[in-house]
Antibody, heavy 125, light 108 residues
Framework: QLQLQESGPGLVKPSETLSLTCSVS??????????GGWIRQPPGKGLEYIGI???????FYNPSLRSRVTISVDTSKNQLSLRLKSVTAADTAVYYC?????????????????WGRGTLVTVSS | EIVMTQSPATLSVSPGERATLSCRAS??????LAWYQQKPGQSPRLLIY???TRATGIPSRFTGSGSGTEFTLTISSLQSEDFAVYFC??????????FGGGTKVEIK
């Protein structure tokens, strides 16, 4: 079982870039089949998929956020990263990282085995 | 985008009773549906995948059923640790993956 821990600023100003990292322990982000995802939950609302990155480096973003989001992996630090630019108050949410493995679930089947605790990011001046 | 709708938003149940949660998809997702449980201050936990298969370590009182557009999560006899929020997620057609809005199961 992997453990995931999100970290980053809890407050971001409007129009700036939100940057979060997800530290992974108990496994490697570069292991065969690994995929890591970012999901967010605005206050009082449901979960929204942001995007995922596979061990191969392939990324799949939510079309509604694609123009503003970048997900990357740092294999030397065993971390996932999320960058969301030009934020507004609508981007205020708890941000979760999560992972799965396509060697377990099947090609192009995305089920999240483990999640981080989440980190609240507020967009405000 | 496939829209997932969960009902009810809140379900009040007494310990030991049965809870039935619903998840509806705006178009067929076949059996590509997962259920997650989230307790306050905790990470979501995978309960069910492929609509009806329990994840490792999940008690048998949790049962998933359905296919196509209509899905149900049944908790046969609610234990104190089961009071939580439950989300469904489809993975049949993506991106984007989509989640339901959640059902909160609270103590009656």
């Amino acid at each position: 079982q992997l453990q995931l821990q999100e970290s980053g600023p809890g407050l971001v100003k409007p129009s700036e870039t939100l940057s979060l990292t997800c530290s992974v322990s108990g496994g490697s982000v570069s292991s065969s089949g690994f995929y890591g995802g970012w999901i967010r939950q605005p206050p009082g609302k449901g979960l929204e998929y942001i995007g995922i990155i596979y061990y191969s480096g392939s990324t799949f973003y939510n079309p509604s956020l694609r123009s503003r989001v970048t997900i990357s992996v740092d294999t030397s630090k065993n971390q996932l990263s999320l960058r969301l630019k030009s934020v507004t108050a609508a981007d205020t949410a708890v941000y979760y990282c999560a992972h799965g493995n396509e060697d377990v679930w099947g090609s192009f089947t995305v089920i999240f085995d483990d999640w981080g605790r989440g980190t609240l990011v507020t967009v405000s001046s | 985008e496939i829209v997932m709708t969960q009902s009810p938003a809140t379900l009040s149940v007494s310990p030991g009773e049965r809870a039935t949660l619903s998840c509806r998809a705006s178009q067929s997702v076949s059996s590509s549906l997962a259920w997650y449980q989230q307790k306050p201050g905790q990470s979501p936990r995978l309960l069910i995948y492929d609509a009806s298969t329990r994840a490792t370590g999940i008690p048998s009182r949790f049962t998933g059923s359905g296919s196509g557009t209509e899905f149900t999560l049944t908790i046969s006899s609610l234990q104190s640790e089961d009071f939580a929020v439950y989300f469904c997620q489809q993975y049949n057609e993506w991106p984007p993956l989509t989640f339901g809005g959640g059902t909160k199961v609270e103590i009656k």
